[in-house]
C-alpha cells in the first residue's frame, strides 16, 4: 500500500466514523510530520556543510599537539619504538591530506560561488604545496630514515660518548634534533597558511559541493 492511498484511506475512515472535522485534524497533524522532516533533513545538510572548516582545525590542532612531542629527541624515540604512537602520528597526516582533497574538491567544484578569489588561489596554493612536499609515503620514509640514524647514534653511544664536537654522542644527538625540528615545523607552517587562508574565504557560508 502507498503513501498517497495510505492518505486517502484514513481520510475516508475518519470521515465515516468521526466526520470531516477529524479528517481536517488528521491532514493537519500529516502536513506538520512533513514539514518536521524536510526541516530534520536540512539542519542534518547545514550541519554537514558547516563542519568543513571546523574538522579542519580541529586535524590540524591534532597535528600540533603531535608535532610538539617528536620535534626532539625524546619524541622521535617515542615514534620509533611505539607502534601505537606512530600510527596516531601517521593517522593525523592522512587526516590533514582527507580534508585538503574535501577543500580543494569544493573550491573546484563548478558550483562553487567564487567570493573571494585572490584568497581562494592561495588557499589552493597552500594546499598543493603541502601535498606536493609531504605526501604520505615520503612522510614516513622520511622519519624511518630519522629511526635508522637514531638507531645507528644509540648503537655507538659507548664509542662516542668521550668525543668532541660533531661526532660525540651529543654532537650527533644535536644534529639529528636539529633536522628533524626543521622538517616537523615546516609541516606546522604550512598548515597554519592553509587555516589562515581557509578562514579568509569562509568556505562553509559559500555554496558549492
Same mark, same amino acid.
Request: one cysteine or more; proline letters at 1%.
Given at each position: 500500500?502507498?503513501? &498517497?492511498? %495510505?492518505?486517502?484511506?484514513?481520510?475516508?475512515l475518519c470521515? /465515516?466514523?468521526?466526520?470531516v472535522r477529524? /479528517?481536517?485534524?488528521?491532514?493537519?497533524?500529516?502536513?506538520l $510530520? *512533513?514539514?518536521?522532516? #524536510? $526541516?530534520?533533513a536540512q539542519n &542534518? /545538510?547545514?550541519?554537514?556543510?558547516?563542519s568543513?572548516?571546523?574538522?579542519? +582545525?580541529?586535524?590540524?590542532?591534532?597535528?600540533?599537539?603531535?608535532?610538539?612531542?617528536i620535534d626532539?629527541?625524546?619524541?622521535? &624515540?617515542?615514534?620509533?619504538?611505539s607502534a601505537d604512537?606512530?600510527?596516531q602520528?601517521?593517522?593525523?597526516?592522512r587526516? #590533514?591530506?582527507?580534508? +585538503? =582533497?574535501?577543500?580543494m574538491d569544493?573550491?573546484?567544484?563548478? $558550483?562553487?560561488v567564487?567570493e573571494n578569489? !585572490?584568497e581562494?588561489k @592561495? /588557499?589552493?596554493?597552500?594546499?598543493?604545496?603541502?601535498? =606536493?612536499?609531504?605526501r604520505?609515503?615520503?612522510?614516513?620514509?622520511?622519519?624511518?630514515?630519522?629511526? %635508522?640514524?637514531r638507531h %645507528?647514534i644509540?648503537?655507538g653511544?659507548k664509542?662516542?660518548a668521550?668525543?668532541? *664536537?660533531?661526532?660525540s654522542?651529543? *654532537?650527533?644527538?644535536?644534529?639529528?634534533?636539529?633536522?628533524?625540528?626543521?622538517?616537523?615545523?615546516? #609541516?606546522?607552517?604550512?598548515? +597554519?597558511?592553509?587555516?589562515?587562508?581557509? !578562514? @579568509?574565504i569562509h568556505? %562553509?557560508?559559500?555554496?558549492? =559541493?
Amino acid at each position: 500500500m502507498n503513501r &498517497a492511498y %495510505d492518505i486517502n484511506f484514513l481520510k475516508y475512515l475518519c470521515e /465515516t466514523l468521526y466526520g470531516v472535522r477529524a /479528517t481536517k485534524i488528521i491532514a493537519f497533524i500529516i502536513a506538520l $510530520s *512533513g514539514i518536521s522532516c #524536510i $526541516s530534520l533533513a536540512q539542519n &542534518a /545538510t547545514t550541519e554537514q556543510k558547516e563542519s568543513l572548516e571546523k574538522e579542519f +582545525d580541529a586535524v590540524a590542532q591534532e597535528w600540533h599537539t603531535l608535532s610538539e612531542i617528536i620535534d626532539n629527541y625524546e619524541g622521535l &624515540a617515542e615514534y620509533c619504538g611505539s607502534a601505537d604512537f606512530k600510527k596516531q602520528v601517521i593517522t593525523s597526516i592522512r587526516k #590533514i591530506h582527507h580534508f +585538503d =582533497s574535501l577543500i580543494m574538491d569544493k573550491i573546484q567544484a563548478p $558550483s562553487f560561488v567564487h567570493e573571494n578569489a !585572490h584568497e581562494e588561489k @592561495k /588557499t589552493l596554493k597552500s594546499i598543493e604545496e603541502f601535498e =606536493s612536499e609531504y605526501r604520505i609515503p615520503s612522510f614516513i620514509e622520511h622519519l624511518k630514515d630519522e629511526c %635508522d640514524a637514531r638507531h %645507528d647514534i644509540e648503537k655507538g653511544r659507548k664509542k662516542t660518548a668521550n668525543e668532541i *664536537g660533531a661526532e660525540s654522542y651529543s *654532537g650527533q644527538v644535536y644534529l639529528i634534533e636539529l633536522e628533524l625540528y626543521k622538517y616537523i615545523h615546516h #609541516i606546522d607552517k604550512r598548515l +597554519d597558511h592553509i587555516e589562515k587562508h581557509l !578562514h @579568509k574565504i569562509h568556505i %562553509d557560508d559559500i555554496s558549492g =559541493s
